[in-house]
């Protein structure tokens, strides 16, 4: 029997860890510990995702939240040391590129307990993205790069990793397997919808700690909003930020909700016109809903999107963004080809980690 522990913290790798979870909980020869790490820690960011998706309870939860990188990454470090001390795992998993990726994966590594790192190889080639400092790290200290796509594979490659002493798998991408399990499972998140809407999630630190561009990204959306009304669930960073800069918007053109559930989120995706977005998770999900998305950032890891003209990188400026959702909007693309593994990710995972 081998004893792995899970450390997830934020919403992304909740949804990431599910369909993995459920892999393992079909195999008798393998056990998951999970640690959260607090990082989310509203109930709509966190408790949500593990009743709708079936994820056991955490059996730690280590209350580390809303505290600058340096002091969130350090106390995570110190708290998941403690509980692998006890645990005494044979591996660590850990998921994307968040404070909870880096620190888990790190105070495994000085353990000298094997590493699983899933959604390896991602490359922005942005260092002042923390997203891309903490991926770099930790897929260089992990023993088994689970990458969802054959660029994420080259990016290790093009970095020397057949010199290391680490395992490329191309797994796929866990986040379609989600897709493809909860694609008929779908719930209206509220009543009093647009019928046609146009739905966006911005919160990544490169819009919201930069006020101009924040500005410019609500006012664009209240200008496209007159034509095609936006739907946005709130992530609660960009809330605050709002609320520091006085944005406000007419609730006609852009509706501002609650984060909400996966399970609403699917029905935001497969109803909605078109995808606006900074989410790495969204631009993918944009693609599985058929949905074209336009991605408010300067580049993005997934470049098989815009290879495939499924999604077009936008800087955050007013014109920018109006102007480009005026060329997209009639774009209706051939959704068909299968980019990401086509949703067998997760039980190739579990395979690589009960045969190592
Ligand atoms: C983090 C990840 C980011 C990921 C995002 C997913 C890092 C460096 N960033 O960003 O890569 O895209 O999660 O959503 O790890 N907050 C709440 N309630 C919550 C969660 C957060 O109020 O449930 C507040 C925090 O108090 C903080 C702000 O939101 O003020 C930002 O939270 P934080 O976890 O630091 O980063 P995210 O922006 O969520
Ligand atoms: N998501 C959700 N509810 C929301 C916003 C996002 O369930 O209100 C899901 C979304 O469908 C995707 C994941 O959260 O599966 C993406 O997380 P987020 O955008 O917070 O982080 P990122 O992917 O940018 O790291």
Same mark, same amino acid.
């Given at each position: 029997?081998?004893?792995? /522990?899970?450390?997830?913290?934020?919403?992304?790798? !909740?949804?990431?860890?599910?369909? %993995?979870?459920?892999?393992?909980?079909?195999?008798?020869?393998?056990?998951?510990?999970?640690?959260?790490?607090?990082?989310?820690?509203?109930?709509?960011?966190?408790?949500?995702?593990?009743?709708?998706?079936?994820?056991?309870?955490?059996?730690?939860?280590?209350?580390?939240?809303?505290?600058?990188?340096?002091?969130?990454?350090?106390?995570?470090?110190?708290?998941?040391?403690?509980?692998?001390?006890?645990?005494?795992?044979?591996?660590?998993? /850990?998921?994307?590129? +968040?404070?909870?990726?880096?620190?888990?994966?790190?105070?495994?590594?000085?353990?000298?307990?094997? %590493?699983?790192? /899933?959604?390896?190889?991602?490359?922005?080639?942005?260092?002042?993205?923390?997203?891309?400092?903490?991926?770099?790290?930790?897929?260089?200290?992990?023993?088994?790069?689970?990458?969802?796509?054959?660029?994420?594979?080259?990016?290790?490659?093009?970095?020397?990793?057949?010199?290391?002493?680490? &395992?490329?798998?191309?797994?796929?991408?866990? *986040?379609?397997?989600?897709?493809?399990?909860?694609?008929?499972k779908s719930v209206k998140p509220i009543d009093n919808l647009p019928e046609n809407y146009l739905l966006a999630t911005i919160h990544r630190a490169e819009n919201t700690d930069?006020?101009? &561009?924040?500005?410019?990204?609500?006012?664009?959306?209240?200008?496209?909003?007159?034509?095609?009304?936006?739907?946005?669930?709130?992530h609660p960073r960009t809330r605050k930020v709002m609320e520091k800069l006085s944005i406000s918007v007419d609730s006609r053109k852009v509706v501002l909700i609650e984060p909400v559930g996966y399970l609403e989120m699917v029905w935001l995706? +497969?109803?909605?016109? *078109?995808?606006?977005?900074?989410?790495?998770?969204?631009?993918?999900?944009?693609?599985?809903?058929?949905?074209?998305?336009?991605?408010?950032?300067?580049?993005?890891?997934?470049?098989?999107?815009?290879?495939?003209?499924?999604?077009?990188?936008?800087?955050?400026?007013?014109?920018?963004?109006?102007?480009?959702?005026?060329?997209?909007?009639?774009?209706?693309?051939? !959704?068909?080809?299968?980019?990401?593994?086509?949703?067998?990710?997760?039980?190739?995972?579990?395979?690589?980690?009960?045969?190592?």
């Amino acid at each position: 029997m081998s004893k792995i /522990v899970t450390i997830i913290g934020a919403r992304p790798q !909740f949804i990431k860890a599910a369909a %993995v979870s459920r892999e393992i909980r079909n195999r008798d020869d393998i056990r998951e510990i999970i640690v959260h790490t607090g990082q989310h820690f509203d109930a709509n960011m966190s408790e949500v995702f593990f009743e709708q998706m079936d994820i056991p309870k955490p059996n730690y939860n280590l209350g580390v939240n809303s505290l600058s990188h340096g002091a969130m990454t350090g106390q995570m470090l110190e708290k998941i040391e403690e509980v692998l001390l006890k645990e005494q795992p044979d591996r660590v998993v /850990v998921y994307g590129d +968040t404070n909870s990726t880096i620190a888990g994966a790190l105070a495994a590594k000085k353990l000298h307990i094997k %590493v699983a790192h /899933v959604e390896a190889g991602l490359r922005s080639f942005n260092m002042k993205m923390p997203e891309e400092v903490n991926r770099i790290l930790t897929d260089r200290i992990s023993d088994i790069l689970f990458c969802p796509t054959q660029k994420a594979v080259d990016n290790l490659y093009a970095e020397g990793f057949e010199n290391f002493n680490s &395992k490329i798998v191309l797994s796929g991408d866990v *986040m379609q397997d989600a897709a493809n399990f909860y694609r008929d499972k779908s719930v209206k998140p509220i009543d009093n919808l647009p019928e046609n809407y146009l739905l966006a999630t911005i919160h990544r630190a490169e819009n919201t700690d930069y006020p101009e &561009k924040i500005k410019a990204i609500f006012a664009a959306f209240e200008e496209i909003g007159e034509e095609l009304p936006v739907v946005l669930p709130l992530h609660p960073r960009t809330r605050k930020v709002m609320e520091k800069l006085s944005i406000s918007v007419d609730s006609r053109k852009v509706v501002l909700i609650e984060p909400v559930g996966y399970l609403e989120m699917v029905w935001l995706l +497969t109803h909605a016109s *078109m995808v606006m977005t900074d989410s790495g998770g969204l631009q993918k999900e944009a693609y599985f809903f058929d949905n074209f998305c336009i991605t408010l950032r300067d580049e993005t890891e997934w470049v098989e999107l815009i290879e495939h003209s499924f999604n077009v990188i936008c800087k955050a400026e007013k014109q920018a963004i109006i102007k480009a959702y005026q060329k997209s909007k009639n774009i209706k693309p051939d !959704f068909s080809v299968e980019l990401y593994g086509g949703g067998k990710a997760s039980a190739n995972i579990v395979d690589n980690l009960t045969n190592q």
